[in-house]
């Protein structure tokens, strides 16, 4: 678990009975949640569980029906992608949301580019490049700046959207299935990134349906089945097997 995180710490975010309906499916049912800095969280299911709905929730994608969200103990309201970016909350998403086009400075500060005197000015891509070298490097990445993502491998993209949410001093990171269709060396490079946001006390929200790929760096699993929260383990009072086997119950 991050440095920062123990048992007494406040979470710095919380859901209280969330409920979340799309017409007459009831995706998220009273569901309860919460994390605490530099505690990293798998959220796990079969598809349709519910968990990328809840993540969509807080990520501002879309609202929830019913239910109360808290962020450092205050009542909020998470009505768009720009109120969850002004608390510190970023999501790195299965696609990546990268533009293959654009280098690799472009990417990470899209849609918060650096300009020259004022909003209307020039693109200053000295500082962007500078600062964008200095947090890929931070993550390990060999790749410069200018480097245009097209010719980046699959880990090397994800560490991309990483190093945004880094970059703009995250509090809280949902990864969306962060380790699908990446080779070995590329999980890997994932499970490091996210080592490196719980040293700097940031959590992360871990959703994934390949759990025992994130199981190692996973300090909590909260196991979801048709909207429902099923179950909510400690890392070491749980194994890869024993998940697995309470969501293929479930699903049944």
């Not at 009273?30 to 929730?57: Q, Y």
Request: net charge negative.
């Amino acid at each position: 678990m991050g440095k920062l995180t123990d048992q007494e710490s406040e979470p710095i975010l919380e859901a209280r009975n969330v409920h979340k309906w799309y017409g007459k499916i009831h995706a998220l049912k009273d569901f309860n949640f919460e994390i605490r800095p530099g505690e990293a969280v798998g959220l796990v299911g079969d598809n349709g569980a519910g968990k990328s709905t809840f993540a969509k929730i807080i990520a501002g994608v879309i609202e929830k029906n019913d239910g109360a969200i808290y962020w450092k103990g205050e009542e909020v309201e998470i009505s768009s992608i720009e109120d969850a970016r002004q608390l510190g909350i970023e999501t790195v998403y299965q696609e990546q949301a990268l533009v293959n086009e654009l280098s690799v400075a472009k990417n990470i500060f899209l849609g918060r580019e650096i300009t020259q005197y004022g909003p209307l000015g020039a693109l200053d891509m000295e500082q962007m490049e500078s600062r964008a070298q200095e947090v890929t490097e931070k993550l390990g990445l060999r790749m410069e700046p200018t480097q245009e993502v097209r010719f980046c491998s699959g880990g090397e993209r994800q560490g991309v959207a990483v190093a945004r949410a880094l970059l703009f001093r995250a509090n809280l990171v949902i990864l969306d299935e962060p380790t699908r269709a990446l080779s070995s060396k590329g999980v890997e490079k994932i499970l490091n990134f996210i080592r490196d946001m719980k040293e700097e006390g940031i959590a992360v929200i871990l959703i994934s349906h390949i759990f025992p790929q994130i199981f190692p760096v996973s300090d909590r699993f909260v196991v979801l089945s048709r909207g429902e929260k099923v179950a909510e383990k400690a890392q070491e009072e749980t194994s890869p097997d024993e998940l697995s086997e309470m969501i293929v119950k479930r699903s049944k």
